[in-house]
């Protein structure tokens, strides 16, 4: 049964910090590329940051460049979004996904179920 479990969220002030990580289990880790969304209320889903399966290459919205890093444990099997300089604006619910990245698995798609995370005094 696959499973991507969120933790971290949480309340922090502007110019705060706060690390989600994302636990999986259930598929083969290194077939998948990870990547951090986040949706904030009535708005829809976005995404936020993504990590390769192999390389650890890294892509991340404008909005977050320079404040935000992705990162993955192979080991752990975890990924993580380490981010510094919160705004306001970054007030959503952060979803962990998983994307099949190799022949065997190429369009398999899973989710967390989400992390909230508010930024404000």
């Known amino acids: 049964q696959v499973q991507l479990v969120e933790s971290g969220g949480g309340l922090v002030q502007p110019g705060g910090t706060l690390r989600l990580s994302c636990e999986a289990s259930?598929?083969?880790?290194?077939?998948?590329?990870m990547s951090w969304y986040r949706q904030a209320p009535g708005e829809g889903r976005k995404l936020v940051a993504t990590?390769?399966?192999?390389?650890?290459?890294?892509n991340y919205d404008d909005s977050v460049k320079g404040r935000f890093t992705i990162s993955r444990d192979d080991d752990k099997n975890a990924a993580y979004l380490q981010m510094n300089m919160l705004k306001p604006e970054d007030t959503a619910v952060y979803y962990c996904?998983?994307?099949?990245?190799?022949?065997?698995?190429?369009?398999?798609?899973?989710w967390g179920k989400g992390t909230p995370v508010t930024v404000s005094l």
């Open positions: 259930g598929f083969t880790w290194d077939h998948y590329a």
């Open positions: 996904n998983a994307k099949g990245r190799l022949p065997a698995v190429y369009g398999m798609d899973y």
């Open positions: 990590i390769t399966h192999i390389g650890g290459s890294t």
